[in-house]
């Protein structure tokens, strides 16, 4: 099964609401799809989300690193060889890892299909089905709550809630959400470099002597403040969890050794795909590390092999795979089932996929 052909398009998916985060507001899913045609006839797919504010990538430069740097150093290889054409993805152009990304989704989903096998079960088979959380976005603390009722209503027993734009406030978002969905929901918050160490300290400390209960605290400083994310690390009980500090398994090996962080979370548009959260995965083992593994706003397409890498290894333990969960539509026919929180693999061979709609491709 050798590599024939790779194009590039766009996927286009609105979403239920406005996304916000303490870094941007998005309206609607704008991502890079490619589409990888072997000899035999076999075809995969695979996404690409361009978060510039978080990895650098637009849909630009995206396009311009597949067509032009990472599709003609793996044209001809075959399927059979994917440590050589991980090896040539990873070498074809430093960082760029959202472009990296869809391309290593697509092979993989090539790798599954060879063998007829669900690619969850080739990556360790740990589990069927996974669990995921569902974000509510930034906005004033009476929205939040209507949007947490209603997150609970859909079955979600866990929310991620978005702060880090203004402390005082995050304090009173909080608050409003625990009076309104009560403590049998757990809550994990993602302030995505939003606060000052300090100030994330106080506030930590605060909710924690008013007994918020709060599971884990997502990027509470700079990505690139590392002494900034070990000190709130060593100074609340709440666990720390790095993401945009996190993307390649050196990043993840760092924040270990140096306990900046009490877990990691994995996101595929961050590691270049599949192959190289493979590694961050066997590092977090070694020193019982657990991992979330999440999503940036990405359609069903990519989030369906995240949710693969996620149910094959037990490392991975928090799962963030709502992407689909925030869009109106899913124009993805097969794979994974998406039933809200409930994710439950396929049984067909790699990603499973049978048609994917609102795809547009410029000859
Ligand atoms: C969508 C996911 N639950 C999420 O919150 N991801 C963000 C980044 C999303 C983005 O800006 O596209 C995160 O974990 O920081
Ligand atoms: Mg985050």
Redesign the pocket.
Known sequence: MKIKEIKVGKITVPLKKS?K?A??T?HSIEDIVVKVVTDTGHVAYGEA?P?A??TGDTNGSIRCAIEDYIAPQIIGLDIENMEEIMTRIDKSIIKNTSAKAAVDIAIYDLFGQLYNAPLYKLLGGYKKEIIS???ISVNEPSEMAEDSIDAVKRGYKTL?I?VGLDSKMDMERIKAIRDAVGYNIDLRL?A?QGWKPKEAVMLLRKMEDKGFNIELV??PVLASDLDGLKFVTDNVNIPILA??SVFSPEDAVKIIQNRAADLI?I?L?KTGGIHNALKICSVAEIYGVECMI?????SKLSVSAAAHLAASKKIITKI????PG?CKEDPIIGGPEFNDYRIILNDDGGLGFKEIRNLSFSS
């Open positions: 996304f985060t870094l941007r998005v989300a978060t504010v978080i959380d569902l974000t991620k978005k993602d995505n997502e990027q993401d945009e979370n996101k548009m999440g999503c940036m706003l990405e963030d795979l709502d992407g925030l």
